[in-house]
């Protein structure tokens, strides 16, 4: 069984913060993840993705997450927010090989807002 | 590459009544997954496919929920005697099934369904 918490529906920062929004998954084998963004109505772009290789990921727009095997974390964070920033965030874990490989399941999200 | 695409975009009907929605995947990618979506709640996986073949549905999913990819390519989830608490989004999502790839999911943009 696989699982993910994502800490805070809410976040809020403003233009130029620290963005971090956090995320923990349970997996009974070593898992892929990955953190999605969504815009309103419309459906899930991929931000950046974890496959077993470094354990800091870059993605698009200046986001970056950390797998941390020890913690079970996979932190999505941006140095410095912008408004475009505004939207939900999705972390989502995935098995990557046996029964079920590549069936992934979602957080619940976290919805981030940018104050001018 | 078009990405997925899915039709209608947003679907309005009575409650008794029949519903099916289709989804046209990246040509290339041989997995397709149903997911419905609810305000404030991440995707919630339905079912999916490799290539012709629905490899596992929700338990969570009535009898009423069907989906079929008959020739390996589109596919169509149909929803009979729909009922209010069917109002969501529903979202398609397609990806390479292939040992070693890493399942990355490229989404549509979901058909919002409205059950009055």
């Known amino acids: 069984a696989q699982s993910v918490t994502q800490l805070g529906s809410h976040v809020s920062v403003s233009e130029g913060a620290l963005v971090l929004l956090r995320c923990n998954y349970s997996s009974s084998v070593p898992p892929y993840l990955f953190w999605y963004v969504q815009y309103p109505n419309q459906g899930l772009q991929l931000l950046l993705k974890?496959?077993?290789?470094?354990?800091l990921v870059k993605g698009i727009n200046g986001f970056e997450a950390e797998f941390k095997k020890s913690e079970t974390s996979f932190h999505l964070t941006k140095p410095s927010a912008h408004m475009s920033d505004a939207a939900e965030y999705f972390c989502a874990v995935t098995r990557p090989g046996g029964t079920n490989a590549g069936k992934s399941t979602f957080g619940d999200g976290t919805t981030l807002t940018v104050k001018p | 590459d078009t990405g997925v695409s899915q039709d209608p975009r947003h679907k309005i009907t009575k409650r008794g009544q029949n519903v099916t929605f289709r989804c046209d995947p990246i040509s290339e990618h041989n997995r397709l997954y149903w997911y419905r979506q609810t305000l404030g709640q991440g995707p919630e996986f339905l079912t999916y496919f490799q290539n012709e073949a629905q490899l596992e549905k929700s338990r969570l999913l009535s009898d009423r929920f069907s989906a079929e990819r008959p020739k390996g390519s589109f596919s169509t989830l149909e929803i009979q005697r729909t009922e209010q608490g069917d109002s969501a989004m529903y979202l398609c999502?397609?990806?390479?099934?292939?040992?070693?790839?890493?399942?990355?999911?490229?989404f549509g943009p979901g058909t919002r369904l409205t059950v009055l």
């Open positions: 974890y496959t077993s290789a470094a354990t």
């Open positions: 999502a397609s990806s390479l099934g292939l040992a070693g790839s890493s399942y990355e999911q490229f």
